[in-house]
């Protein structure tokens, strides 16, 4: 063990070092269990797994469905943690079908669809690095077909005037990527619509965190702008959440995590000092439970847990908590570390060969719409992984 890694065993909590010590039977769990989903759905119509439904059923999507970059992504992160080849050659597989998403631009989803699979790839897979890099530009630009200048606004749903949803901070990921990234022999007008990328994704955050926040940071789901008069809000609607006036716990993991990355990518205090704020408000909330894993809705104690509010939060905080100094450094981390053992255990981490064969139990979907209340998703699963790796390279390494 070199002395950098001694000194991170030495530096960590007790509660850290016992997550430390026992994350290569995790990741090997994570394997085992993926390995079945694997040769489940092996030959499947639609091959990316999705969710079970409300009677235990795998609910599969075509390379259209909003999640399908997830399951990939998994992929790609089990490679990362494991270095075995066969997850390299099944995320390669379920990555490349995606190719056609190049051309996509029905919804605002495509950030999630292709970076959580291409945007892992490219960095995994030399050799593929080329081809993943022209699909995440082409699908960058794809997405900036959604925005509307007036407004200032990427448009989320094609329903409605014109909506935008929390959930719409992380696929301006896509873009900032796409921003950094030249095409080969790019002219200069290309170039100018690659810098418009970046204008593109700050436009739609800070008119985000002007208006898409209560006074004590929490996150509104969607605000309906009116895209005839620019600055004007028709309606705020809860959607996922339970009502108007709480935070979806979901939700505000997206604004925490999607201002986190913007921060990261543009080196913006405005948009750091938001990510503080989410997660302030995540951490001390009355209603958090003691082990960290949210409620479905902040306004909704005593109901449904949500795992992937606290998947997507922890892996949120583990970056956070690296770009802030003093006490709430050490507080996110804590509290991401506590997460993280939480969604480690016996009570969300499935049991081999249960759960569908989805690594995590008790998630919910859109409870209000009455569907995917207490059941696996991909995302959850995609965001978990992310968590571990990102854990397990802040305490130094591989045990």
Partial sequence: MTQALVLAAVLLTPQEKALHDDLPRIIEHCAVQTRLMLKDI??????????????GQRENVSIYGWTSGFFPGVLWKLYEATGAEDFKAAAIDYTDRLFPLRHYSDNHDIGFMLMCSMGNGKDLAPERRAQYEEVLKDGARQLAKRYNPSLGLIRSWNHYDFPVIIDNMMNLELLEWGAKHPYAGETDK????????DEIARSHADITDRNHFRPDSSAYHLLNYDPRNPGRILNIH?????SV???????????????TMMYRETGEARYLRRAVGCA????NHQNMPSDGIPYWDYGAPGEERDASAGAITTSALLELCGLVDGEKSRVYRAFAVKALATLSSPAYL???GTNGNFLLMHSVGGKPGGSGIDVPFNFTDYYYMEALL???KLVGGTP
């Fill in 350 to 352: 499935a049991k081999e």
């Fill in 280 to 283: 302030d408000f995540t951490v």
């Fill in 238 to 242: 809860s959607k996922q959440g339970a």
């Fill in 390 to 392: 990102r854990f397990r």
């Fill in 42 to 55: 092996k030959g499947s119509w639609n091959p990316y797994p999705e969710r079970l439904n409300d009677y």
């Fill in 190 to 197: 290309m170039a100018k619509e690659r810098r418009w990328l």
């Fill in 245 to 259: 006036l709480t935070a979806w716990s979901r939700g505000q993991a997206w604004a925490l995590y999607g201002f």
